[in-house]
């Protein structure tokens, strides 16, 4: 008997003659496929005005969605030192317009829902000494946008949040790990998920979703495959047949009646936490982390976290902003700024709309 189980007999999943790839939004694929698009706001605004009938709580979600793009539009034109802050301030109004449409929140009365702790005044400036935390559930009588949006995305917030360390936030923005790694001189803790697909056997009429990891990536510390299986919640690595990879499955393969559509949304709601997207010209590069369950954030949590503390310190402390710019870890405060609110407006953009948002190929952006 092998040291993991034998692959599921399977094939790609095709409804009405076409392969459905890989997607968070299996439904919407299904029906309008993947929007490719320049102008994610207008794509969102749309939406916005097709979906939202009401229209009080219409005018709301674009109130909220017209500050977000002039904040973001504003950070293309100003020097570094001013753009974390107007970044953040576009983030947590995009996040605002997700929470009218998805919950109908009034948000007239309502605060930040994170803060810096105390510590970091006290404690020598280094990208190492800052942290961010959630405020406590019960720490005012006023809505909280940051615990809202989260719990929204499918995760929860513990009632009394622990700070966590800037530079583990940073390490969970999937699309600079690298240079997190490279920095930090730590070991990666991201890996490309090769051909992920939706699979299915048609005979037993069950679902799932593979990928392969290229043992070359894994290769860079003796212990990633190893942290690569004890951290995944919701998939598996079994027998692999591709010289050079290896094979990972989802634990959960639901089934069916008449189609694998069918299976889809639950299975996709049962194995997103263990996938990270990126955003590429063309569409979205997958990902699987090492990371801990216990320290993993949802994706866009660290992202915001993230934008909120380089908006904090840029509002009240701009000089401490450009000495961790300019200083020893300034390339990761750097690649941050320049890569992640385009990533952000696209993935929370995605969810906003359940449909796939991506830039065209070939796009310098």
Known sequence: MGRYRKARDGSPVIVRGMRVPFTFW???????????????????????????????????????????EDFYL??????????PLLHYYSAMNLVKTYLVVHKDLRLDHCMHGLKEPKENIKKRLTITSQSVKANDQASSGR??????FIEECGFSVPTKPKSVKLVD????????????????????????????????????????????????????????????????????????????????????????????????PSLVNATWKDVWSELMPGGFRFWVSTITPKRRLAQLASSYQSMFYFGSLTRYRPDDFHKLADGKHGWMVQEFMNTQPLQFLYFLGSGLIKAEMTMPELTAR
């Not at 950070?75 to 001013?82: G, K, L, M």
């Not at 940073?170 to 490279?182: F, H, K, T």
């Not at 043992?215 to 190893?226: C, E, Q």
Request: glycine fraction near 2%; proline fraction near 5%; include cysteine.
């Open 26 to 68: 299996p439904e919407s694929h299904l029906q309008h496929g993947r929007i490719t698009t320049l102008d994610p706001w207008r794509c969102i605004r749309v939406h916005v005005h097709q979906s939202v009938k009401n229209t009080s709580r219409r005018n709301r979600a674009m109130a909220f969605l017209d500050q977000a």
């Open 143 to 148: 809505l909280h946008i940051y615990r809202e």
């Open 169 to 264: 936030l940073l390490e969970q923005a999937v699309s600079i790990n690298g240079v997190i790694a490279r920095s930090m001189n730590r070991p990666p803790q991201f890996f490309e998920a090769h051909n992920i697909a939706f699979e299915c056997n048609t005979t037993a009429k069950n679902a799932w979703i593979s990928f392969y990891v290229d043992k070359s990536d894994l290769a860079v510390s003796s212990s990633a495959a190893k942290l690569l299986r004890e951290n995944s919640m919701a998939f598996e690595e079994v027998e692999s047949t591709k010289p050079g990879y290896r094979r990972y499955e989802s634990k959960e393969s639901p089934s069916y009646t008449r189609s694998p559509q069918q299976a889809l």
């Open 74 to 83: 504003a950070a293309s034109a100003p020097r570094i030192a001013s753009k």
